[in-house]
Antibody, heavy 120, light 110 residues
Framework: QVQLQESGPGLVKPSQTLSLTCTVS??????????WSWIRQHPGKGLEWIGY???????YYNPSLKSRLTISVDASENQFSLKLSSVTAADTAVYYC????????????WGRGTLVTVSS | QTVVTQEPSFSVSPGGTVTLTCALT?????????PSWYQQTPGQAPHTLIY???TRSSGVPDRFSGSILGNKAALTITGAQADDESDYYC??????????FGGGTRLTVL
C-alpha cells in the first residue's frame, strides 16, 4: 500500500527558503501515470494547489507561486521535494504532498500534512 | 483569472439530501474538467470521495454521488449522517496541466 510522508522544518524565517520532502513508500515514484503533487492549506482556509512533477522531471506550477517555486524528484530515494523561496508570513500553512492520477486528473492519495510556520 | 466557486456553507438535516455545487467563473463545467470531490474533517488530510465527475473512490458509501447539473459539477449526499459534517472541496482540471480547488463548502448536519 503506497503511503506518502512529508518532512522538513516546521519553522522558517521570513525571506528564507521553505524546503519540504515527501517520501513515497510501498511503491515506486517512477510508476507512470502519476503526478507527484504539493498542496497547501492556510490556517482556517481552503486548499491551494501548489504544483506537481512527473517522475521524468516535467513540472506544472501554480502561476501565482511559479516565480518562487521549485519542485524536484529524486527517483533513487523515492522522494520529491518542494522549495519555496523568499517566504513571508503568508506562506504559513499546512503543506500536503499528494499523488495525482493523470488520466483522470484527481488526487488519489494524500500525506498527513505538515505545518510550516514562517516567523522570525 | 479562472476561479472555482462553491457555496461557503450548507446545512442538512440528518437523513436529508443535500447537493453541493462547483462552478467556474469563466464558463461551464463539463466532464472535460474531470471534477473530483474531497472531504476534510478538522485536523485531517482530505479524503477522496468522487473522481471523473461521478466515480466513487474505493470504500466511499453510495450515499455520495457526483454529477454535472446544468453548468456545474455537483456532489449529492443522500441520507446525510452526523459524521458527514465536514468541509467539502471540489477540484477542476482547467487545462495546460493546471488544477484548481474550489473554496470549499462547510456542511453542517443538524
Amino acid at each position: 500500500q503506497v503511503q506518502l510522508q512529508e518532512s522538513g522544518p516546521g519553522l522558517v524565517k521570513p525571506s528564507q527558503t521553505l524546503s519540504l520532502t515527501c517520501t513515497v513508500s510501498g511503491g515506486s515514484i517512477s510508476t507512470g501515470g502519476y503526478y507527484w503533487s504539493w498542496i497547501r492549506q492556510h490556517p482556517g482556509k481552503g486548499l491551494e494547489w501548489i504544483g506537481y512533477i512527473y517522475y521524468s522531471g516535467s513540472t506544472y506550477y501554480n502561476p501565482s507561486l511559479k516565480s518562487r517555486l521549485t519542485i524536484s524528484v529524486d527517483a533513487s530515494e523515492n522522494q520529491f521535494s518542494l522549495k519555496l523561496s523568499s517566504v513571508t508570513a503568508a506562506d504559513t500553512a499546512v503543506y500536503y504532498c499528494a499523488r495525482k492520477y493523470s488520466p483522470k486528473w484527481y488526487f488519489d492519495l494524500w500525506g498527513r500534512g505538515t505545518l510550516v510556520t514562517v516567523s522570525s | 483569472q479562472t476561479v472555482v466557486t462553491q457555496e461557503p456553507s450548507f446545512s442538512v438535516s440528518p437523513g436529508g439530501t443535500v447537493t453541493l455545487t462547483c462552478a467556474l467563473t469563466s464558463g461551464s463545467v463539463s466532464s472535460n474538467n474531470y471534477p473530483s470531490w474531497y472531504q476534510q474533517t478538522p485536523g485531517q488530510a482530505p479524503h477522496t470521495l468522487i473522481y471523473n465527475t461521478d466515480t466513487r473512490s474505493s470504500g466511499v458509501p453510495d450515499r455520495f454521488s457526483g454529477s454535472i447539473l446544468g453548468n456545474k459539477a455537483a456532489l449529492t449526499i443522500t441520507g446525510a449522517q452526523a459524521d458527514d459534517e465536514s468541509d467539502y472541496y471540489c477540484v477542476l482540471y482547467i487545462g495546460n496541466g493546471a488544477s484548481m480547488f474550489g473554496g470549499g463548502t462547510r456542511l453542517t448536519v443538524l
